[in-house]
């Protein structure tokens, strides 16, 4: 098997991860998924520039795995958003859960995606080969190994109170980099792994 080169840790994705979980917060139906795709489909966007390679908008809808029209979206917020208020108001602890699961959500994200990119295949797939590849990775890893990294960055960020452009991911990024080299190193073989059980154009990955 082979080895991955530098793991693609990137201040970038850890700024994205740290603005989408502070939209967690926001009580505002629609406002707080409306800013995390902006941000999601900016991250892709950038990492995918950054080795040459272009998206349409057609790739960064399927990397962002957005199916549910408009109609169904609105009927569910409507449904779960006087619940979703109300619990945050009662219960600050889950609003600072939410906060630490976006972060992690969105990092990995990022970070897998990054992965991707360096595959030889890549220009072959499509980008929703790319994102299902992502999601199933995700389901099978554990977070505990590097959940507590995310909480210690969020913890850090609220005592503190950034400004939106003064978010230092310094600190998180080298705790990753040390304390999650184990996760991430799987993360990506995984990530491998899945991508070579699909064929492209008629090949085996």
Do not use: C, N
């Amino acid at each position: 098997m082979t080895e991955p080169t530098t793991l693609p840790h990137s201040a970038d994705v850890a700024f994205v991860a740290a603005l989408s979980g502070a939209a967690s917060l926001l009580p505002i139906p629609f406002v707080d998924d409306a800013i995390r795709t902006r941000l999601h489909a900016q991250m892709f966007r950038t990492l995918a520039a950054r080795k040459g390679k272009s998206l349409d908008d057609q790739d960064v809808e399927q990397l962002l795995g957005k199916k549910a029209s408009l109609l169904g979206a609105a009927g569910k917020f409507a449904l779960l958003y006087p619940a979703k208020r109300l619990f945050r108001r009662l219960f600050g602890v889950l609003a600072i859960t939410d906060v630490i699961d976006e972060v992690s959500k969105t990092y990995h994200l990022g970070f897998l995606f990054a992965a991707s990119l360096e595959e030889p295949s890549f220009e072959r797939r499509s980008m929703a080969e790319v994102r299902a590849a992502i999601d199933a990775t995700v389901k099978g890893l554990d977070p505990r190994p590097v959940r507590h990294l995310f909480r210690g960055a969020v913890s850090m960020w609220s005592r503190t109170k950034p400004k939106h452009a003064e978010v230092d991911t310094t600190q998180l990024l080298e705790r990753l980099k040390t304390y999650g080299a184990a996760h991430f190193e799987a993360a990506v073989q995984a990530q491998r792994a899945e991508l070579q059980r699909t064929r492209v154009e008629g090949t085996p990955a």
